[in-house]
């Protein structure tokens, strides 16, 4: 099979032949169509992302999309030509999604939207996963709430604002003025970031206060900023990206509370991987449902550009970038 291979960081990816993998035992081949390109994968092709415990050289790329060609003994809940979605390569010493075929572990797996391209898809495991274990996980986000997504127009944001809005909560997003029409557009309140301070946010929208729910996809600065903004006894803070140094003071003082999120987990430990798969299910749903979508960035690359898309990345997509691959 064709794969794109990463030799030492930041090299480019080189396109190269090697063995098509064989399903073991609780495995599934799948034939990719289409691998989703996120801002850890730029990391770990830098050798910046040491938590994702994938060295180099290596075939990276995390989410997928793609069909069913080959399953493993054991395996009864999938069948060859079933399209499917999933998180499940690219970490942990597991070859990735920028190759013709990979081997996967069943559990990571749910049926692809039907509502989406198999380039759609594949775009989304990481983020639906990392925004609903956020916010239904730990959050338990639902109807009435005020929900705050720091950074809505982002990769997981955009996803999170979209997801609490179909919950049913009162939801307020952050950014900057050019965002304004994409974050108004997935239904929530959008917040000038630059030229509001958070205590002036929290008095316009919440009466002082504060928000039930304030989920942070930014990390550093804006972490501290959402431990201003949450309601007092009963104000939940969830982060993506909570991993500097910080003074829970804010927090404990509004009787708050905060939860981290590190969506690697199941990959890297091997628990709770039937979790993933059912949230991309349930997600699943919601999407064909027409409540949930990508913002995709126009331009479209395949094994032979993928470089130019890991470029894009760096300068300034305008939305999710997928490469296809067959």
């Avoid at 999938?78 to 597991?94: F, M, N, P, Q, S």
């Avoid at 919440?206 to 304030?214: C, L, P, S």
């Avoid at 628990?271 to 949230?279: A, D, L, N, T, V």
């Amino acid at each position: 099979m064709h794969a794109l291979i990463v030799d030492a960081a930041d090299a480019p990816l080189r396109l190269t032949r090697m063995p098509r993998p064989v399903a073991g035992a609780g495995q599934v081949l799948v034939r990719i169509k289409a691998s989703g390109l996120n801002p850890l994968d730029a990391k770990i092709r830098a050798g910046q992302a040491a938590h994702a415990r994938q060295p180099l050289p290596a075939v990276i790329g995390m989410d997928l999309a793609g069909i069913v060609e080959a399953v493993g003994p054991a395996v009864r809940e999938w069948r060859v030509g079933d399209e499917v979605y999933a998180l499940a390569t690219g970490i942990g010493g597991v070859q990735g999604s920028l190759a013709e075929y990979a081997v996967v572990d069943a559990r990571l797996l749910a049926k692809k939207p039907q509502a989406l391209s198999m380039r759609e898809a594949a775009v989304l495991p990481l983020v639906l996963i990392t925004a609903w274990e956020g916010l239904v996980d730990r959050a338990h986000v639902g109807l009435g709430h005020k929900v705050l997504i720091q950074g809505g127009a982002g990769g997981v944001g955009h996803v999170a604002v979209q997801l609490a809005v179909a919950c049913g909560a009162d939801v307020y997003a952050t950014g900057s003025a050019r965002h304004r029409a994409t974050i108004e557009g997935l239904g929530a309140t959008f917040i000038d970031y630059q030229h509001h301070r958070v205590e002036d946010y929290v008095a316009q929208h919440t009466a002082g206060e504060g928000f039930d729910i304030v989920y942070d996809t930014v990390g550093g600065e804006t972490l501290d900023a959402s431990f201003l903004a949450a309601k007092a006894y009963h104000g939940h803070v969830v982060s993506c990206l909570g991993w500097g140094q910080h003074s829970l003071a804010p927090l404990s003082f509004r009787g708050a509370t905060y939860s981290g999120v590190f969506t690697l987990l199941p990959l890297l430990t091997g628990k709770g991987r039937e979790h993933h798969g059912q949230i991309l299910a349930d997600a699943a749903r919601l999407i064909d449902a027409g409540k949930l979508k990508p913002i995709m960035d126009p331009h479209e690359f395949d094994l032979q550009t993928a470089n130019a898309a890991y470029d894009l990345l760096a300068s300034g997509a305008r939305g999710r970038l997928a490469i296809a691959i067959s």
